[in-house]
């Protein structure tokens, strides 16, 4: 067993200064005040953490790990002309799945990786191509993942990518003792008609998967859906999508009559802050989903258009936003943005044993010193995690009850051969840039 003492312990919504968490194998046994700790062991392994913090792994429920090798590739830009004018055409030189393609993907998700796990994030969602070499990279990495292979329908009057999803069920479900799952994930409304939707519906009502879809990342967006007859809670509920678990990404824009029907779906929102301030999408409306009892994580979007995968920075923007958009300063506190960076984060994914340091939980645990100076004094040991704290004060990161990352070194992983990897590959991106 390993018992990890002295630090401050967060439990759902509580702080146990001095507190203990035990881990035994993959799953928390004990979190809480050290007077009700299980008696230790000769053979425990004891970690001594004063003056940190130990808190749940941060969830990341929408990214795309691959595009790290885009990072400021296209910035300043509007989220159609970031599309069509400089990913999709660099994405369409880099080959194909089963060719060059595989390569790129998996160097770009393994460079990811090593940003998300030094900051303490212990589980993805992640869309793109090539999602074998996605899977191999969280697998190695030691982390949790639901994968997506994004499917546009626009393009595939044979339904290929849809096989190819179907086919990366069939592969990875459960893989690595259950850390991989997958999702079926239609892109957007704006690249699947309604009847492709529907198809992507019945395929995963077939094979029991979640769905992952972007879904009104723009105010034009709801607004062509509006055209339509549609709004983007119907676009579920009128493809059958519904039928699943859905995780949307974005939803800056929902129409006024979305709030009661998502009440009555299983969904979750990955509010992505960064993404959408920094394309000009608009204020996600996350205190009123969450009054309707919608759970929202907190997700970075791809480094393309973020240009970081860092929870801390997510969780500030999420925060800011809310205050800043709604003027109320009470919107989204503290407490609530660190819940919603792990715990909601895992219910948007139907991860339902992740995201809490309670009994029967997954063992995903992050430490973090909270003794440098830029934290200093720590008044409340939320207010600094949440609006103080970088990623650069994570100490550890445990997954699944394993240490992966301690005090700069990544143990799962060769970190240099990975940046090596990654600058060649990033060669490639740059030379099919130049050329778009």
């Given at each position: 067993m390993i018992r990890l003492t002295g630090a401050t312990v967060l439990t759902p919504d509580v702080e146990h200064p001095q507190g203990v968490l035990c881990m035994d194998g993959k799953r928390i046994v004990y979190a809480g005040p050290a007077a009700g700790a299980p008696p230790a062991a000769p053979d425990d392994e004891v970690v001594d953490l004063p003056g940190r913090a130990v808190i749940p792994g941060f969830v990341n429920p929408h990214t795309h790990?691959?595009?790290?090798?885009?990072?400021g590739i296209a910035d300043d830009v509007a989220l159609q002309p970031w599309l069509q004018e400089h990913i999709w055409p660099v994405e369409e030189r880099m080959g194909e799945e089963g060719g060059a393609l595989e390569q790129h993907v998996l160097a770009g998700s393994r460079l990811a990786l090593l940003e998300a796990v030094a900051a303490g994030v212990t589980a993805v969602n992640d869309m793109y191509m090539a999602m074998d070499r996605v899977a191999e990279a969280i697998?190695?990495?030691?982390?949790?993942?639901?994968?997506?292979?994004?499917?546009?329908?626009?393009?595939?009057?044979?339904?290929?990518?849809?096989?190819?999803?179907?086919?990366?069920?069939?592969?990875?479900?459960?893989?690595?003792?259950?850390?991989?799952?997958?999702?079926?994930?239609?892109?957007?409304?704006?690249?699947?008609?309604?009847?492709?939707?529907?198809?992507?519906?019945?395929?995963?009502?077939?094979?029991?998967?979640?769905?992952?879809?972007?879904?009104?990342?723009?105010?034009?967006?709801?607004?062509?859906?509006?055209?339509?007859?549609?709004?983007?809670?119907?676009?579920?509920?009128?493809?059958?999508?519904?039928?699943?678990?859905?995780?949307?990404?974005?939803?800056?824009?929902?129409?006024?009559?979305?709030?009661?029907?998502?009440?009555?779906?299983?969904?979750?929102?990955?509010?992505?802050?960064?993404?959408?301030?920094?394309?000009?999408?608009?204020?996600?409306?996350?205190?009123?989903?969450?009054?309707h009892g919608i759970p929202v994580g907190i997700g970075s979007d791809g480094a393309a258009s973020a240009n970081v995968l860092d929870p801390f920075l997510g969780m500030k923007a999420a925060a800011w936003m809310a205050k800043g958009n709604s003027q109320d300063p009470t919107q989204l506190p503290a407490r609530t943005v660190l819940r919603m960076a792990t715990y909601e984060g895992a219910l948007a994914l139907d991860l339902n044993d992740v995201g809490l340091l309670a009994p029967g939980y997954q063992a995903d645990v992050v430490v973090v010193d909270l003794r440098a100076t830029h934290l200093q004094p720590v008044f409340d040991v939320f207010s600094a995690l949440v609006y103080t704290a970088t990623a650069r004060d994570v100490e550890r990161v445990y997954a699944s009850g394993k240490l992966i990352y301690q005090e700069g070194r990544h143990l799962a992983v060769d970190r240099e051969a990975i940046l090596a990897e990654a600058r060649g590959a990033a060669e490639r991106v740059t030379q099919q840039a130049l050329r778009s």
């Open positions: 790990l691959a595009m790290q090798l885009m990072r697998g190695e990495a030691g982390i949790r993942g639901v994968i997506t292979r994004g499917i546009v329908g626009h393009t595939d009057p044979e339904r290929r990518k849809l096989r190819l999803g179907r086919e990366l069920y069939e592969r990875w479900q459960g893989a690595y003792g259950g850390r991989i799952q997958v999702a079926l994930g239609p892109h957007a409304p704006y690249t699947c008609s309604m009847d492709y939707l529907g198809e992507v519906a019945q395929a995963a009502h077939d094979l029991g998967a979640r769905i992952h879809i972007h879904l009104a990342e723009t105010h034009q967006e709801t607004a062509d859906l509006a055209a339509q007859g549609l709004t983007p809670a119907h676009v579920l509920l009128d493809s059958g999508l519904s039928r699943q678990h859905v995780i949307a990404a974005h939803y800056v824009a929902p129409a006024e009559s979305d709030f009661a029907l998502l009440e009555h779906m299983h969904v979750g929102i990955a509010h992505c802050p960064i993404s959408n301030l920094k394309l000009g999408c608009g204020f996600a409306p996350v205190a009123r989903l969450r009054e």
